[in-house]
């Protein structure tokens, strides 16, 4: 009897240290996809003038200590991408589709270009984007309208064209809405 008990013990103990380290991988490996994600978005920044992303975004510190991201410590994932009003200049590439835990993104009043990338609408927990005073061109991707928790999205101050994709109708949480200093066309859905 005594040696089924402490057969049982040391199997659970086994059990849980093995589970214990599953967790701890999955934490590392979830956010490391992350990081390489924000990594992946430092490569697209050509001008950097203030060095904040440059100098702050290494591999000797964690992601979650990096100016401008925040991080859910439940689930150790960036919850909270904000680097406006840094002068930044670049693109979005299509990697940022891994913060998958992103509820808030905000690159306002830099000077980021180019089309905004149809992977923004697979952040389903995406509640607030403000890409505010940038250059953006192109259209505003109807995709964005499957992010249904949205309550705000600001795409002012861009160089935008086309019309506000009449889907974005079916936002029903979104309760602010500013597109204005583009050249859109249309209604207002």
């Known amino acids: 009897m005594e040696k089924t008990c402490y057969y049982i013990l040391a199997c659970t103990s086994v059990l849980l240290q093995m589970w214990c380290s599953c967790v701890a991988v999955k934490k590392s490996t979830t956010l490391a996809i992350d990081q390489f ?15 904040i992303i440059t100098s702050n975004w ?20 960036v919850t909270a991408l904000n680097i406006s009003h840094m002068s930044l200049s670049g693109t979005i590439p299509p990697q940022i589709e891994n913060l998958s835990f992103l509820v808030s993104l905000d690159l306002s009043f830099n000077l980021f270009s180019g089309v905004i990338p149809q992977q923004l609408s697979l952040l389903h927990k995406l509640k607030f984007i403000s890409l505010q005073n940038n250059s953006f061109t192109g259209f505003i991707p109807s995709s964005l309208s499957n992010l249904t928790n949205l309550r705000v999205v600001d795409f002012s101050s861009n160089s935008l064209q086309g019309n506000i994709p009449h889907v974005f109708g079916r936002l029903h949480s979104l309760h602010t ?13």
């Open 58 to 77: 290494t591999n000797s510190s964690s992601v979650c200590s990096w100016i401008g991201v925040t991080c859910d410590l439940r689930n150790h994932r």
């Open 37 to 51: 994600s924000l990594f992946v978005l430092k490569s697209h920044v050509n001008l950097d003038p203030y060095g």
């Open 177 to 189: 809405l500013t597109m204005d200093y583009n050249h859109l066309s249309g209604h207002i859905p």
